[in-house]
């Protein structure tokens, strides 16, 4: 059974930085591209990095240059390394797997939240 | 950058068709997902490749994707499809996700 628990969440100060880990099991983590993607509360998805199984990584320009998504394929692991949070970085943050197959993200953690506030 | 506009939502009766769209620059030239999220709940990829079901979704869920538009139809809607749905696309490598559309079962 594919699992992705995710880890690192929680409270943290304006211009802070906070790593989230991603925890996964069941699949061949080192052969799937892998993905962040937050949700801010009654809000929608925003997809916020990637990474190939050759180490390519990918961000959109809202977080470029602030955060960094790196992966251990020996102990399964996906991490998201945050610098310079802002409160609109506020979310859920969700760890998804990526098929080459589907185009989309085929399994998803439960999620773990980020609050960035004074 | 790339956008992907839903309406905010859609209401339809139990047993009836609920359509979903979602707009973007020429979307048919890629391929669209679509994607349940019931609250407090992880989203789950009901459509892929534009009209292609993963194992254990209903076939009532089906997609189309054309022109600049790309639509979910959901037929015999029941009461457990009650939910947000987002549409995804990726665009120079990078995911873009829809507005996302609630859908409420009167």
């Known amino acids: 059974e594919v699992q992705l628990v995710e880890s690192g969440g929680g409270l943290v100060q304006p211009g802070g930085s906070l790593r989230l880990s991603c925890a996964a099991s069941?699949?061949?983590?080192?052969?799937?591209?892998m993905h962040w993607v937050r949700q801010a509360t009654g809000k929608g998805l925003e997809w916020v990095s990637a990474?190939?199984?050759?180490?390519?990584?990918y961000y959109p320009g809202s977080v470029k240059g602030r955060f960094t998504i790196s992966r251990e394929n020996a102990k399964n692991s996906l991490y998201l390394q945050m610098n310079s949070l802002r409160a609109g970085d506020t979310a859920v943050y969700y760890c998804?797997?990526?098929?080459?197959?589907?185009?989309?993200?085929?399994?998803w953690g439960q999620g773990t939240l980020v609050t960035v506030s004074s | 950058s790339y956008e992907l506009t839903q309406p905010p939502s859609v209401s339809v009766s139990p047993g009836q068709t609920a359509s979903i769209t979602c707009s973007g620059d020429?979307?048919?030239?890629?391929?669209a997902c679509w994607y349940q999220q019931k609250p407090g709940q992880s989203p789950v990829l009901v459509i892929y490749?534009?009209?292609k079901r993963p194992s254990g979704i209903p076939e009532r869920f089906s997609g189309s994707n054309s022109g600049n538009t790309a639509t979910l139809t959901i037929s015999g809607t029941q009461a457990m499809d009650e939910a947000d749905y987002y549409c995804?696309?990726?665009?120079?490598?990078?995911?873009?996700f829809g507005t996302g559309t609630k859908v409420t079962v009167l």
């Open positions: 069941g699949f061949t983590f080192s052969s799937y591209d």
């Open positions: 490749q534009d009209s």
């Open positions: 995804q696309a990726w665009d120079s490598s990078r995911g873009v």
């Open positions: 020429k979307l048919g030239d890629k391929y």
């Open positions: 990474i190939g199984t050759a180490g390519d990584t």
């Open positions: 998804a797997r990526g098929d080459e197959t589907t185009g989309g993200f085929d399994y």
